[in-house]
């Protein structure tokens, strides 16, 4: 009788950013206790107030103290810290840079979360347009851009050029203002650094800023964080896919920033290209109730959480299903059981086998 | 409508030891294969003719020429081929030495199957003596011991000490011989460093010599090849538990060598803490029918594949389930549908939001 | 530790009927021996010899002889068996007067593949006009209809109308003839009786024959058969629904003969009444990519076996799916592993409760 | 793409009997709402005031009002309304008697929760003596013995004779009385009902009562109710199995009342035989930590939920598991997510067969 199990590794780490000070570090730290681990927690330190106050609340709840370590630190110590007490498993979630470095350091006995250059493809079918623009400026704008899921590039096919979607979407974004917060700070890119990788997008032929492209006025925002207006920037298709220009069009900006472009009927395989050639498959959405064109291009990309109909979206995950970067073996997960057992267990075979021994069983003679 | 779906990772690596030259490159292979993979094979050189052979086999079946890509090489070129061609995953199935290097090299995008120290407990109900000694005897020595799954450690409760439990493993141990391949060539230890390696242990106090001990004589095995009796040193369990003894008695010696050691009632404590302080977790067996007995061993044990019962051994896998150390996140498994499914692909979610939209919905106002 | 098993029920019976002579009694025959059952089977003795020859191979290629038990008889003498062996589970495929009447002898301890009156709906997209005829055509009238998924109704969206469908329906029908069988004989009812019920359907206002209605030809089929052109009537869909047309439109008929209706865009209502106002829930088809409608018709029907999208058909199980009427704790499934699992087994949870006891447990005190 | 989907029956009927008042009705209503039926319950009306209260705390906390109608009468009213209503399923728990009436006149649309003979065997291995005496107590007497799970028979391996354990049953039946509800009135059967049954026991050869078997006095309790002590009657294995004796013996009696057997190491055969001969199997016991002896017996009976090991119990159910009598088609289950599954919903799969057509598709041309 073989009986599989799935069985915690014990000694783990979870690392979490700013972006989401309560909801990552809690889901991560509440799937490592549930599989039974013993997990340090280290949460941005900008923000590590907040988990501090859950983890106290979670004493107050019951919560054994011995249960959960949390330091409090910046990243080199623990860095350090990792490379000594040497943890079964670490969950990260940050930027790429960062990931790959503990990749290497902790010789891959981790699961990652990083970045993602999210994108959107909108089908033939135009429908639903105030609909859709609305989902589109929350994709990209809301939280100021700061998702791992939010929306990165738009593929529009051209039936949508007369839809008016576009000027809906600007219309949407000018709405946005610092005084209710619907736009803000931006923590880890410089209003600078946004600003010169729009010059460098405007220097590929075609392009043009759709909207936005400016940096916010009348604020005391610091000059280490970022301040720009929601921004749009249009690429043409076949200027994207050139070599020179791939990994320059296809950078993430961590803000209120997006690549727009067009494609026509007979420029599909170009969009797929596209897809395929970018490298952080996290979230996705393909926005079409055309069930033959979903089919083509669902089939044909890799992306983790896909969403697909006309209410797609790139970023409502987490709160029901699956999260996490798509074809890399250190992809974490979130959310679901599915994922906490993937995430926070190591599979373990128990094979009873208790006899009785064939009756006629003998030491086999010598040969 | 949430769909989740296993996703192939398209590029992967397949890197094998000597040991087995069909058996682990095929099911890696076909594995890899069935989940829509398109793998790089690299077996040992040494005896990658069998797989080679195999290839064209499937080729005759019906297997199109271009979804494996079969290599013949030493380890300097397919490590240098692997951070050049950058695959999504590789699975490797080797020395630990090794396994560390590639894992950072390939900053984590790794599977592993690497050493295990694999242990046996008696527990205390004695019983079927002579099936349990030639049980032992096969999974210490078949092959030489070289199988990752081979017995290293043998810990037995004091109520075999009367049972002539070790004095049948002894006169089995001596029926193994070179003219019908019982005992062989050991290919990656040489006899000059097992027999080292026993001296080191001969200075433990209360060690001595089992049984073998000694090299094979009257062969043409070359220098650079091992070739011992095989042979059991017994070590006393308090001394195997030090710090300064503990390293070196659980070094993995890939060829017919095991530890054997004794435990009172009172020492099952002492037990499952060596086992828990040995590192590599791929197979164990815990030979009881004591219920009570099992539940407390299983309980407190982490190794992978875990043989429980009368007729427990280390090295019945992986011919019928799931194997792959425990407790590493980078662990790999082999054979089952569920161990496929882990290695051989990832994640992926795709949400159908196809609408309506809710019968009342307007553009929200702006804030 | 408790374990949930699947446990064979032992003694059962397959009661099997004449138009698959060899697919339906083998499918069933096999998963109740995969589950570990001991079944007697009876086939309609029309037909038995094919199943016959099937077991005399199945001996041949090992099958114990004392496995299966085959048993030809008429129906009364099966009955009388069936309540003297008492067994624990039966498979009945046929027809409801028969399955209703074994349902209450053997008081329940039965599944049921009985008849469907199966209805195909296209939806307002009208494409691939050609294909949709010919799979019409198939679902109706292969096998001269004396299939259980034989599509028995067919609504039509009135965008249809212009499309030629009928036109194209009525050519492929009469394309059909007795001397390459793509018409034959009808077993169960005769040709008078299929008549006289088109006669009863063309009493109804606004009924018509659209094409067949005829008895065949120059042939030899006895009368205690059918032999019919492939008919289908027309019958408006509010006449349908009124109470005392319903039952009768709805009656199967196991021969070449349908019922075709029409309805436009704000009769949807309607159809799904008349769906949902049906009995045997065996089998339908939502023909239609389009999404909005696909999910208004899904979410709203309940039909075992249900196709959707362009391709949909009613009779293309069972060759890669469950089967089995939906909506009845009696409807039985075959083929997959989930329908051999719940058609011939039951549940067994096992406790292990082995120990130890609490260590401060004390016989609680008298009250 | 094939989906699998359970679906819910629609109107659906709960009749629960009276011993467990609250939780039986509470468990099959709520997995009968969850799975998205719309059930009449009807609660035997000598307790249905609690349900009444329940339902009314249900509402309270918003259960819609319509969601469950609630029925207050006797059985041939209801019997009327199942007829009339025909809910396309009906759960019964209750006598055996009228679950087969109810299962003919619905013609299996039901689902059985009915009486019980619960075995338990002590196997040879003797421990934990005051434990299993205890249990003993409580599986035979708790709720003065009317549970469906209540121990009807007790196999003693004769190890047991000399281990005190008959006499600390009694004694333990002795310390149940009037004052602490420790027993209490039986409410389907008569005091002159049990004692006739006793006496027809101790007519068998060898038969002698151990324990109880006199009324209880210094009561109230009106005649229409049973009052005896709790009562423990030999009878020897060999005649139990006398074809003449096998009926009368394992007769359930919905009281205090079970039979005691005793067998010894060469016996076991005629144990098992005993056990399959029965015909309720809904729970059962198997006493023991040997591990072959657990092997042996469990995989030779049926029972559904069958407790195994030194802590094994027959009415542990169904607070944390599967519950229902197991070998009957109509057997039911309650509590588990499975359970809920499999009795409250039906399988419906959706195969979309979206296209497109094949690129060289063709009308195929007439033969």
Redesign the interface.
């Known amino acids: 009788m073989?009986?599989?199990y799935r069985?915690p590794?014990?000694p783990v780490a979870i690392i979490t950013p700013f972006n989401f000070p309560l909801e990552i570090p809690l889901l991560q730290l509440m799937g490592a206790l549930y599989m039974g681990n013993k997990p340090v927690l280290k949460v941005d330190s900008k923000v590590s107030i907040v988990m501090e106050q859950m983890i106290r609340l979670l004493h107050e709840c019951g919560l054994p103290a011995e249960d959960v370590d949390f330091i409090n630190s910046d990243g080199i110590t623990m860095n350090k810290l990792l490379l000594e007490a040497n943890p079964?498993?670490t969950l990260f979630t940050g930027s790429s840079r960062v990931a790959?470095k503990l990749?290497?350091?902790?010789?891959?006995?981790?699961?990652l979360e990083d970045a993602g250059f999210d994108w959107k493809i909108l089908g033939p079918d135009v429908q639903?347009v105030?609909?859709i623009s609305?989902v589109c400026d929350q994709d990209a704008y809301a939280c100021s851009g700061q998702k791992c899921s939010a929306q990165s590039m738009l593929f529009m096919h051209k039936n949508w050029s007369s839809s008016g979607l576009l000027e809906k979407m600007k219309k949407l974004s000018e709405?946005r203002k610092l005084e209710?917060l619907?736009i803000g700070p931006v923590l880890t890119v410089t209003t600078a650094t946004m600003i010169e990788h729009m010059n460098n997008l405007l220097k590929i032929p075609g392009s043009k800023v759709l909207f936005g492209g400016e940096p916010l006025g009348n604020h005391s925002i610091p000059e280490i964080y970022g301040a720009i207006k929601p921004t749009a920037v249009f690429v043409p298709l076949v200027e994207i896919l050139k070599s020179d220009n791939f990994e320059l069009v296809t950078k993430e900006i961590f803000g209120p920033f997006q690549v727009v472009t067009e494609y026509s009927e007979d420029q599909l395989e170009l969009v797929l290209e596209a897809c395929e050639r970018m490298n952080a498959h996290l979230t996705a959405a393909v926005v079409s109730?055309?069930?033959?064109f979903l089919?083509e291009v669902?089939g044909r990309s890799?992306?983790?959480?896909?969403?697909?109909?006309?209410?797609?979206?790139t970023t409502?995950a987490p709160q029901?299903?699956?999260f996490?970067p798509?074809?890399?073996?250190?992809?974490a997960?979130i959310g679901?059981p599915?994922?906490i057992k993937?995430v926070w267990s190591?599979?373990?075979?128990?094979?009873?086998?208790?006899?009785?021994?064939p009756k006629k069983?003998a030491?086999?003679a010598?040969?």
């Open positions: 073989s009986n599989g069985w590794f014990g079964k498993m790959e990749a290497a350091d902790l010789q891959g006995r981790i699961k639903e105030d609909y609305w709405r209710d619907t109730n055309d069930k033959l089919q669902l890799v992306n983790g959480t896909t969403y697909a109909g006309i209410r797609a979206r409502g029901n299903h699956w996490g798509a074809g890399d073996p250190r992809g997960g679901t599915e994922a993937l190591c599979h373990r075979e128990i094979i009873y086998d208790i006899g009785p021994l069983w030491l086999p010598a040969t």
